[in-house]
């Protein structure tokens, strides 16, 4: 009929699901768009259809996609995208099976995650000049960072409601606005009150944000922003190279299981929807265990050379 819009594209139906109906976070709908782009881009150059695929496409796409990056959890991270892409097809009754079905998820996390160890942490942590007022929100950044095992963009939308001064908890919406309840340490509360009574007032202008942290001109501290002071306290104290938003986080939740947190509240803490995910720390909890085997046991090799 004249006048009537076409009908919309798979991939675009399928984001609008995933924001509307799954409630996906903006990020993740801008990593599914991404990774789906490149998807279509490689079936136009086959001429292929996406509702008309086997097993044998969805390979010869990731293996393409790989060839320039041989991240394990970046190729994880892509067959995920289009199981989930798939599975909305055949949920919306356009295909009968799956192509993404029998692709199995490469092994994540091969290697340990970067960590920093406690004396590198005290060193980040008394990087920032804390009698400026730059200082003091950096300083409540890297401490609550640090205590709490945030997302840094779930640091970026913090909100005043969100904190729980008196009680010592914070309430955070993380991926899939999934909620949860995490503690926060004595010290970074002390840090983010000295930030909001003394350094927030003086950046905050015109507009007042509800998000807790702001940059020089009083609006909300972008996740690039925060990414980018991150690094450069890294450099000041010799830690550029390996330091990272997600290295923080994963400093947080080695320390726990290194001094015995069991593997499900660290789970909860992340906000992971998995344990599987969460259970990369084992390997930690096991060479922690071995040090104590080693250093303690009769038999263990630091007895043995004391001998």
Same mark, same amino acid.
Do not use: H, N, T
């Given at each position: 009929m004249a006048g009537q819009s076409p009908p919309r594209s798979p991939l675009a139906q399928f984001l609008q699901y995933a924001e509307f109906e799954k409630g996906f976070a903006a990020n993740t709908i801008l990593s599914y768009r991404r990774e789906l782009e490149k998807f279509f881009a490689f079936l136009e150059r086959r001429r292929l259809d996406c509702l008309r695929l086997d097993e044998k496409d969805i390979v010869d796409f990731i293996r393409s996609a790989g060839s320039g990056s041989k991240a394990v959890s970046s190729q994880a991270h892509l067959i995920s995208v289009l199981k989930s892409f798939y599975r909305y097809l055949l949920h919306d009754e356009l295909i009968e099976s799956s192509p993404v079905a029998a /692709?199995?998820?490469?092994?994540?996390?091969? &290697?340990?995650p970067k960590y920093l160890s406690l004396d590198e942490v005290s060193?980040?942590? *008394?990087?920032?000049?804390s009698t400026t007022v730059i200082g003091r929100r950096d300083k409540a950044i890297l401490e609550l960072m640090y205590a709490t095992g945030l997302r840094i963009s779930e640091v970026s939308?913090?909100?005043?409601?969100? /904190?729980?001064?008196?009680?010592?908890?914070? &309430?955070?919406?993380?991926?899939?606005?999934?909620?949860?309840?995490?503690?926060?340490? *004595?010290?970074?509360?002390?840090?983010l009150r000295e930030y909001l009574e003394k350094s927030r007032p003086a950046l905050v202008r015109a507009h007042e944000p509800g998000q807790i942290f702001v940059n020089y001109s009083g609006a909300v501290f972008s996740r690039q922003g925060l990414w980018k002071m991150i690094k450069g306290y890294g450099a000041k104290v010799g830690l550029s190279a390996r330091l990272t938003p997600h290295v923080l986080r994963h400093s947080f939740a080695t320390h726990l299981v290194e001094k015995g947190a069991d593997l499900r509240s660290v789970q909860m803490l992340l906000g992971h929807s998995s344990i599987t995910t969460t259970e990369i720390y084992t390997h930690l909890a096991k060479d922690q265990l071995k040090r104590i085997y080693d250093q303690f046991h009769p038999r263990g090799k630091k007895s043995e050379n004391r001998k």
């Open positions: /692709v199995a998820l490469p092994k994540k996390w091969a &290697r340990l060193r980040l942590l *008394e990087s920032p000049d939308q913090l909100k005043k409601v969100d /904190v729980y001064m008196d009680e010592g908890f914070l &309430r955070v919406r993380g991926k899939g606005g999934k909620e949860r309840v995490i503690p926060c340490s *004595e010290i970074s509360r002390a840090w």
